[in-house]
């Protein structure tokens, strides 16, 4: 395993200042995989952070043609762009024969990231969590080399249940912009308001719209889980951020559902062992 900064390279420098989580996951796969699930990490950032860092919806726009543009450059064959992660994930593209409907779903994804109107209703928001989510999970699993229909469901739910516990935990960070992304319908449902939010008051109205998203977080947690058997040994690193799912939610259950709670968003001490014992039995 990596242990230190010094033999990172630049993706995994950055994957792991800005996404943990997927670092720690991504120390789990084999030595000579581990540098393209960094690369892949690495394009998940930076497209992922999109709307934090355009002022307007059409520089946004021009920042995932860029992205766009890059992986279409990949699979035709063409020069790439000179960027600190769209070489190496060209080379990882290429050297690996990965999917490239996989990444333009991931890119198509985010503009959704640059209309700030809440999702209507859960559905919409499980719609969102799923391509934003479950197309990393299949392309880590690809690098891995578990490209079956087994792989691709479990990758699907690992990531739709990782991408609402992560939503949930960015509820106080968005709301400090005042943007939400809870599904309008529940909030309506539970009385809970929109402005408590922005003023960074937890309320009992919220709490139920946290529940019901956190249980349907679990239930697909557990449809990846009945997959286990049928997967080989070598996919559990891509399925790891399951067990973080787990611990994410597990938190936020103990604190009743208030996603304001100062333990919601603290890093578990104990993430890295729980993956280590999950993957030494097979198990994410």
Same mark, same amino acid.
């Given at each position: ?5 010094? $033999? ?28 393209? +699930? ?83 209703? @859960? +559905? ?11 197309? @990393? ?42 943007? @939400? ?13 929109? &402005? ?8 009992? &109205? ?36 399951? +067990? ?13 559902? $208030? ?26």
């Amino acid at each position: 395993m990596v242990k230190a900064a010094t $033999d990172l390279s630049y993706c995994g420098r950055e994957v792991r200042k800005y996404d943990n989580d997927h670092f720690l996951a991504g120390l789990f796969t084999p030595a000579d995989r581990r540098e393209a +699930t960094f690369a892949l990490y690495a394009f998940n950032l930076e497209i992922a952070k999109t709307r934090e860092v355009v002022s307007e919806p059409i520089l946004g726009q021009m920042r995932l043609q860029f992205w766009r543009d890059g992986i279409e450059a990949v699979y035709e064959d063409g020069p790439v762009p000179r960027h600190e992660v769209m070489e190496p994930l060209a080379q990882a593209a290429r050297g690996l024969g990965l999917s490239r409907a996989l990444f333009d779903r991931l890119v198509d994804a985010r503009e959704a990231d640059l209309d700030d109107t809440p999702p209507a209703d @859960l +559905t919409c928001l499980v719609n969102y969590a799923e391509v934003t989510g479950a197309p @990393l999970v299949q392309l880590a699993l690809e690098i891995l080399g578990a490209r079956d229909a087994a792989a691709m469901a479990a990758g699907r739910h690992v990531g739709i249940a990782y991408a609402l516990s992560g939503i949930l935990r960015a509820v106080p960070f968005l709301a400090r912009q005042h943007r @939400l992304r809870l599904p309008d319908d529940l909030m309506q449902h539970h009385g809970a308001k929109a &402005e408590d939010l922005f003023a960074g008051r937890s309320t009992p &109205e919220l709490r139920p719209v946290v529940g019901e998203i956190a249980d349907v977080a679990r239930g697909h947690l557990a449809e990846a889980r009945k997959l286990r058997r049928e997967l080989p040994k070598a996919a559990v690193p891509a399925l790891l951020p399951a +067990t973080l799912a787990d611990l994410h939610l597990g938190v936020i259950a103990r604190e009743g559902n $208030d996603v304001f709670a100062p333990r919601v968003l603290l890093a578990n001490p104990f993430r890295q062992l729980r993956m280590g014992w999950a993957a030494m039995r097979g198990r994410y």
